[in-house]
């Protein structure tokens, strides 16, 4: 069974960094499409990023276009999402999960949704 854990969430400033991470137990993530989502409070889950398998595709929402990147390691364990030019804004608890392409729409078939990591952009 895929589970999927995320970290490396935290408190920054604003126009700070973070770099998260999702990684895989149980399976590589080499068929699968990854994408990583975040709620903010009182809000629906909305999409952020989405990566293919090869590594090759990716999709950004505008919101974050251009400050966040997401990639994965080689060995198709880890999915990662670094966030450059940090507002306040982009607070939530951030998710990944499996997803599909082209409209990186999350699928919890292969795997539940996790804990999620919080970040917080704030002064």
Same mark, same amino acid.
Do not use: H
């Given at each position: 069974?895929?589970?999927?854990?995320?970290?490396?969430?935290?408190?920054?400033?604003?126009?700070?960094?973070?770099?998260?991470?999702?990684?895989?137990?149980?399976?590589?993530?080499?068929?699968?499409?990854?994408?990583?989502?975040?709620?903010?409070?009182?809000?629906?889950?909305?999409?952020?990023? !989405?990566?293919?398998?090869?590594?090759?595709?990716?999709?950004?929402?505008?919101?974050?276009?251009?400050?966040?990147?997401?990639?994965?390691?080689?060995?198709?364990?880890?999915?990662?999402?670094?966030?450059?030019?940090?507002?306040?804004?982009?607070?939530?608890?951030?998710? !990944?999960?499996?997803?599909?392409?082209?409209? !990186?729409?999350?699928?919890?078939?292969?795997?539940?949704?996790?804990?999620?990591?919080?970040?917080?952009?704030?002064?």
């Amino acid at each position: 069974q895929l589970q999927l854990v995320e970290s490396g969430g935290g408190l920054v400033q604003p126009g700070g960094s973070l770099r998260l991470s999702c990684e895989a137990s149980g399976s590589t993530l080499d068929y699968y499409t990854i994408g990583w989502f975040r709620q903010a409070p009182g809000k629906e889950r909305d999409w952020v990023s !989405c990566i293919s398998p090869s590594g090759g595709s990716t999709r950004y929402a505008d919101s974050v276009k251009g400050r966040f990147t997401i990639s994965r390691n080689d060995a198709a364990t880890t999915v990662y999402l670094q966030m450059n030019s940090l507002k306040p804004e982009d607070t939530a608890v951030y998710y !990944c999960q499996v997803a599909r392409m082209p409209m !990186c729409t999350p699928s919890n078939v292969f795997a539940s949704w996790g804990q999620g990591t919080q970040v917080t952009v704030s002064s």
